[in-house]
């Protein structure tokens, strides 16, 4: 299992210190990550900037921190919003995206393009959002695969999040170069065997996305009770990995037992314990490469 460091994590977007691409990738390689996930989008690279001169230049600072890119990380919402029918082409602009990304993911030597499917609609038919999510994807696949790429769903949004659902999607999509992003947090957060989720998922993904969390309890006063009442969806803080509530042990050894050896991506995507310096964010990303080469067979 290949570990990687995922660039938005040094993107600024939750508070943190920030750098440019180019920082990101010679940084990675000083903490010791022989492969990096890049988010296609600003401040990292969006593909309204990369001229052939930029992905030149990322190509030349991966070479000279003995850095490869594995992954491209594309931000979709495959929903249609409601109001606007089909006046503003939502989907083929998303389809674009990401086949933008492909092409750049040629360039730098990426197999894979992170995707997500959709947040669900209030008031929209599900099956009709179930449609849009198969019939984007499966054109996403193909303008894909001409580049040697193939795009991986993460279990993310709330369309075909169950890991069940998430299969299912892949049905019907039936594409060849269509896999999983799979993380474990969604599952562990919704209450899921990790380990029989990751070893049924295994045989299809292509990447795994990791992070750790606690939950914090939540209450409310109720000055007329002279007391507390207990509020049921507790709030979810990042922590150091290892150190919340997610048993990667048992999800681990599903994506072993289940096939899987590739592309283990660290990410810092929220307000994390011990703030958003450069130094507890070093931290947590050595402490992540730590704990995987002491308790798995990292790379």
Not at 13 to 28: M, P, T
Not at 82 to 111: D, M, N, W
Not at 153 to 180: F, K, S, Y
Request: one cysteine or more; hydrophobic letters at 40%; aromatic letters at 10%.
């Amino acid at each position: 299992m290949t570990p990687c460091l995922f660039s938005i994590s040094y993107a600024g977007f939750w508070g943190q210190d920030a750098l440019s691409l180019e920082q990101f990738i010679r940084h990675a390689g000083e903490l010791g990550y022989p492969a990096v996930m890049i988010a296609g989008k600003r401040p990292h690279l969006s593909s309204l900037d990369a001229t052939p001169e930029l992905l030149e230049g990322v190509c030349e600072t991966l070479a000279a921190a003995q850095v490869r890119c594995d992954v491209i990380a594309a931000y979709t919402n495959l929903s249609q919003p409601t109001g606007v029918g089909c006046e503003v082409p939502h989907l083929e602009f998303q389809i674009a995206y990401v086949e933008s990304l492909a092409r750049i993911a040629a360039k730098v030597g990426a197999k894979v393009v992170r995707i997500f499917t959709a947040y669900e609609v209030e008031g929209q038919d599900l099956q009709a959002q179930w449609k849009h999510c198969v019939t984007a994807i499966r054109e996403m696949c193909d303008r894909a695969a001409p580049h040697g790429v193939s795009i991986a769903v993460q279990n993310h949004h709330d369309i075909a999040l169950h890991t069940e659902a998430l299969l299912e999607l892949l049905a019907d999509i039936d594409r060849p170069n269509c896999g999983l992003g799979f993380d474990a947090w969604s599952p562990a957060l919704r209450g899921e065997s990790l380990y029989e989720a990751a070893r049924m998922a295994a045989p299809r993904t292509l990447i795994t996305t990791n992070a750790d969390y606690i939950k914090v309890p939540r209450h409310r006063y109720r000055p007329e009770l002279v007391n507390y009442e207990r509020q049921s969806t507790d709030w979810v803080r990042a922590v150091p990995f290892g150190t919340g509530f997610i048993d990667y042990h048992a999800f681990f050894q599903g994506l072993y037992d289940g096939g899987f050896g590739g592309t283990a991506v660290y990410e810092m995507c929220s307000p994390l314990r011990g703030g958003g310096t450069l130094k507890n964010l070093d931290a947590c990303a050595s402490g992540y490469l730590k704990w995987m080469r002491a308790h798995h067979r990292a790379g």
